[in-house]
């Protein structure tokens, strides 16, 4: 009895000091743990990448720079190699600080930029309404400098290109608004008076009552407004002519739009006919006055010379 008693005291030892031994095993870290979870979260990430059929974006390189990353190591060097400013220089650099504009954030530039784009370069009061927190006399002064040193910018085609594209459609909303306003001078009675010569481009839905309408109110509220043709569709919808013209009635802003921008290209059409006409009139006018002025002298001559031969046998 005592000896089995020992056996299975014996056993029970052994067995504690085999689960000492595996805790202070599991409790020491391997010679390089941290190495193998790096490498096997990469693998990790490789592999996910694959499975989506991702590539790594490669940057592309300057053609004119045949080892970029030499290049970049010898900037480098020149970099760390550089001698520090002298007092003078120093000076002419903090004088220099304050003469730009130092106070232009990058939101400034792109404020003004955009501002050129939508009033025109010109219109430096309705630009500076645009540009947050800066004077009229502020962005003037900018203005100044930004339209002599322009093209010292890396991006000036792109931005000269957005800043042209705006003014060409502030031109093209001028051009418009005087040709309507040229159509609506010739009536006394625009609403009841004008007429639209159509050619051959009339169309079926609208009459030309519609179309007058459309003309006469578009220049009334102004082509140029925001929201002018959703104001123009209340406006058909008020109107009592077409309180039973259900096709007016139902079209869209957009469409009104689309009519309208139709009526327009008829318009300037006309007036530039009406103008050639115009000049071809003034043209033979000038042609017939040195004509006639050179009749009336040639008819003073022989008349004089009439009278001078009366006045000899006299």
């Known amino acids: 009895m005592e000896q089995d008693t020992a056996a299975v005291a014996a056993t029970v030892a052994a067995a504690d000091a085999t689960a000492t031994i595996v805790v202070i095993e599991d409790e020491q870290p391997g010679p390089s743990t941290s190495q193998e979870e790096g490498a096997a979260a990469a693998a990790t990430e490789a592999t996910a990448a694959t499975e989506k059929g991702e590539k ?24 760390d190699g550089a001698e520090p400013l002298t007092p003078e220089e120093t000076e002419e650099k903090e004088k220099l600080l ?14 003004f930029i955009k ?34 040193r322009c093209n010292e910018l890396q991006d000036i085609e792109k931005i000269m290109a957005q800043i042209e594209r705006g003014e060409a459609r502030i031109q093209r909303r001028i051009s418009i608004k005087k040709a309507l306003d040229a159509k609506i001078a010739r009536y006394k009675a625009p609403f009841h008076q004008l007429r639209i010569q159509y050619g051959t481009s009339k169309g079926k839905n609208y009459t030309e009552e519609e179309d007058r309408f459309l003309i006469c109110m578009l220049h009334k509220m102004g082509f140029d407004r925001e929201n002018v043709y959703e104001e123009l569709r209340q406006c058909v919808r008020n109107a009592p002519q077409f309180r039973f013209d259900w096709f007016i009635k139902s079209r869209t802003a957009m469409e009104f739009q689309r009519r309208c921008n139709t009526l327009i290209s008829l318009i300037e059409k006309e007036n530039m006919e009406i103008e050639e006409r115009e000049r071809a009139e003034k043209k033979k006018r000038a042609t017939k006055t040195p004509m006639s002025q050179k009749r009336k002298a040639e008819s003073a001559t022989e008349s004089s010379g009439k009278k001078d031969v009366k006045k000899v046998k006299s």
Do not use: C, H
């Open 56 to 79: 790594k974006k490669e940057v592309p390189r300057n053609p004119d720079i045949p080892n970029p990353a030499l290049a970049q190591r010898e900037e480098q060097k020149k970099i």
């Open 98 to 111: 304050t003469q730009g504009f130092t106070n232009w954030t990058k939101r400034d530039f792109n404020q």
């Open 115 to 148: 501002a050129n784009e939508k009033y025109g370069r010109d219109d430096i009061d309705n630009i500076a309404r645009e540009v947050e927190g800066k004077s009229p006399e502020e962005v003037m002064e900018y203005s100044a400098v930004f339209w002599e």
